[in-house]
């Protein structure tokens, strides 16, 4: 298990480090059963905040009525916010004024026809399902659902969803039994035609849909199918939209005639740079957090790479798969929510790093924000400074093409005429030789695939939104790792960092590479970044020049960026908290000069150390409860619970206060790297 740590680890940050270096070179019909009440099963580690536990439920359907408020009514856009923070000099784009078309989670949901349906029926593999359908195809509507028994003959749980029936199988973790679901379609596969597309909506399928392993991995880039930390059980496929779900006990209830308590429900985003990424990794198994927690937790594949994020600026290539791939895998929970107990007017947003950017970007779209409640962001922010994908995105599209000679001079996206040309022949390349061919010719400059805007999902650039205040009110939590930066500067500058031993550089050496690092990002002020993290240093301080350099690549990717989103979403009077995660893991094998890196914090977030204690301390296994409890807690109520005894305050720009978080003790902490953070604000929010 050690060995298999450190691998997924590394692999992770590599891949992080790799995107790093490329910047140098988106109701149903009601409940079908009667209800009941159970008593409360053992459970180990009630979070501090436990909801009373609902009784199990029967094999259910979808429920109508369903909208993206929540219930303790979230405002509208701009409601409750200071005029003068809400008036923008120009017109509000369409998309923030009226909903789009066919995205919206009160969209009539799909159900099925009222065909009885035995316990017994043939069971169908989600990577079975056979699907024809062209570019142009919409889903078929349907009845209402058809009415079920409770269980399969054998005991596994049955559910019925707008899109058809899902059986799953029973587990228990930490005493409690919870009923899980994975491999589930959320959208047609795109292939053929549909590569490079917005997704459609899975069609219904007509058997009961077996979920008992989960999907294959969507493409990503090459090097990952060599680290075993990768996990994914399955080869890589462009058949990949998948979600999975763990759920509390759903089968044999019979609630309390009348009660309608459903469970909060946590979706979590994977980050990876936006280029890899799988929910079948071992860290993201949402078995811990939902039995220690008494909530239902979601996780879907998305597009990544080229695939998921090239952006020519045609309906072919828009731009965005991904996101589009998420909001349709978030629209999928919304609508189905009521059938796995969970609240669809209590949804939250979970991400990591990129998965961290796609959540804050889902409170900002006008297609998501209406289906979640809050935001737990880890490492990440929509305001992070990319590679512009929107401005640039046809040229890097161009290239792209120029790679398998299906663009040149006279075939081009930018010729009306012969676009469709080019859409063709990058359809008709082997998805593997798709992504492999273009990472030989394109190096590391791959990875500058991102989101971008003036779309449906994005009409404007994060920032602007944000400082227009249209976005989603919100709880929100949120925060960074002690040593964001170390993991990027010993992988994105192996070269510096041999082996990962710490370097002796000298202050000179490290502004060098300090500006080498950052021209092709920022390509002015380079200077200014080294007189401010060096001015201070001696020339053969070694580990000061070390700190400064991981502080000064932290600081510009992770760290000011989350403190930045968190500064605006408080300015509108919304509840924010931050944390700084200080621990680094006692199992970690990377040299301790990376101190605690990113990606630390998320096997406690997941509950980690409670599946395999021997490979943690006990203080761990304690802190990882404890650390349970702040994200189930915020999820149940909008706001952490006091640590040790200390009340956890909001934070804001004039009080911007946070929890430090490690086994040691809890604390808080004031103006975390605040004169760094000034001075990235001319180049980050530019």
């Not at 007509?206 to 399955?234: Q, R, T």
Request: aromatic content about 10%; some cysteine.
């Amino acid at each position: 298990m050690r060995t298999w740590v450190l691998c997924l680890l590394l692999g992770l940050v590599c891949l992080i480090a790799i995107s790093i270096a490329t910047l140098v070179l988106q109701l149903p019909p009601e409940l079908l059963a009667s209800a009941g009440s159970e008593k409360d099963s053992g459970q180990e580690g009630p979070p501090l905040v436990p909801e009373k536990r609902k009784g199990d439920l029967a094999i259910i359907g979808p429920a109508n009525d369903v909208s993206g408020t929540s219930d303790d009514g979230d405002r509208d856009v701009a409601a409750g916010r200071p005029e003068s923070l809400l008036a923008p000099q120009d017109p509000l784009p369409d998309a923030y004024l009226v909903p789009s078309t066919g995205n919206s989670p009160d969209t009539p949901s799909r159900g099925g026809s009222n065909n009885d349906l035995e316990t017994n029926v043939d069971v169908l593999s989600a990577t079975d399902i056979s699907i024809a359908v062209e570019a142009e195809t919409t889903p078929t509507p349907v009845t209402s659902p058809p009415q079920l028994p409770e269980a399969t003959k054998d005991g596994r749980p049955l559910v019925n969803t707008t899109t058809g029936m899902v059986v799953g199988f029973k587990t228990e973790v930490l005493g409690r039994k919870l009923d899980v679901f994975l491999g589930i379609p959320f959208a047609t596969p795109p292939l053929g035609e549909l590569r490079f597309k917005k997704p459609l909506p899975v069609q219904r399928w007509e058997n009961v849909l077996d979920a008992k392993e989960m999907g294959p991995p969507c493409y990503h880039i090459s090097f990952a199918s060599s680290w075993s930390w990768a996990a994914s059980k399955k080869p890589e496929s462009e058949d990949c939209l998948h979600l999975n779900i763990w759920t509390p006990d759903t089968t044999g209830r019979n609630e309390t005639k009348g009660s309608t308590q459903l469970r909060p429900m946590i979706v979590f985003i994977y980050g990876g740079g936006f280029n890899i990424g799988a929910t079948d990794w071992e860290f993201y198994d949402g078995g811990v957090l939902a039995a220690y927690g008494d909530v239902v937790v979601a996780s879907m594949n998305y597009r990544l790479g080229a695939l998921g994020f090239l952006n020519a600026d045609i309906e072919d290539i828009p731009g965005n798969m991904g996101l589009y791939d998420q909001h349709l895998a978030l629209r999928w929970l919304h609508e189905n929510a009521r059938s796995f107990g969970a609240d669809p007017g209590h949804v939250v947003l979970m991400g990591e790093s990129a998965g961290a950017v796609s959540a804050g970007l889902h409170l900002i779209s006008p297609m998501s924000r209406n289906m979640v409640k809050r935001v737990i962001l880890q490492s990440g922010s929509p305001l992070w400074d990319t590679p512009d994908n929107t401005a640039d995105g046809v040229k890097k599209a161009t290239e792209f093409a120029e790679i398998f000679k299906c663009s040149n001079s006279s075939h081009n996206f930018q010729d009306g005429t012969t676009a469709d040309d080019v859409v063709r022949c990058l359809r008709d390349i082997d998805a593997d030789a798709l992504f492999r061919t273009a990472e030989k010719a394109l190096g590391k400059r791959v990875l500058t695939y991102h989101p971008r805007h003036g779309d449906d999902f994005m009409p404007i650039n994060a920032h602007e939104a944000l400082k227009k205040g249209l976005f989603k009110d919100s709880d929100v939590l949120l925060g960074v790792n002690k040593d964001e930066g170390s993991i990027f500067v010993a992988n994105t500058l192996p070269y510096i960092f041999l082996n990962g031993l710490a370097p002796n550089i000298t202050k000179d050496e490290a502004a060098f590479y300090l500006i080498f690092f950052f021209q092709y990002i920022i390509r002015t002020g380079t200077r200014d970044i080294r007189d401010h993290y060096f001015k201070n240093i001696k020339d053969r301080d070694y580990p000061s020049v070390r700190n400064a350099f991981i502080e000064a690549i932290g600081d510009y990717l992770q760290i000011c960026p989350t403190i930045y989103y968190g500064e605006v979403y408080s300015e509108f009077n919304n509840s924010v908290y931050f944390y700084h995660f200080l621990h680094r893991p006692s199992n970690s094998y990377w040299p301790e000069w990376l101190g605690t890196a990113h990606f630390d914090e998320v096997e406690f977030v997941f509950g980690v150390p409670l599946r395999f204690p021997k490979q943690f301390t006990e203080e761990e296994v304690l802190f990882s409860r404890h650390i349970m409890d702040i994200w189930l807690t915020f999820t149940k109520t909008g706001k952490p619970p006091a640590m040790d005894g200390i009340p956890w305050p909001r934070y804001s720009e004039l009080n911007p206060v946070h929890m430090e978080l490690s086994p040691k003790r809890f604390r808080l902490g004031k103006g975390l790297h605040a004169d760094h953070c000034r001075f990235w604000k001319k180049f980050i929010l530019k």
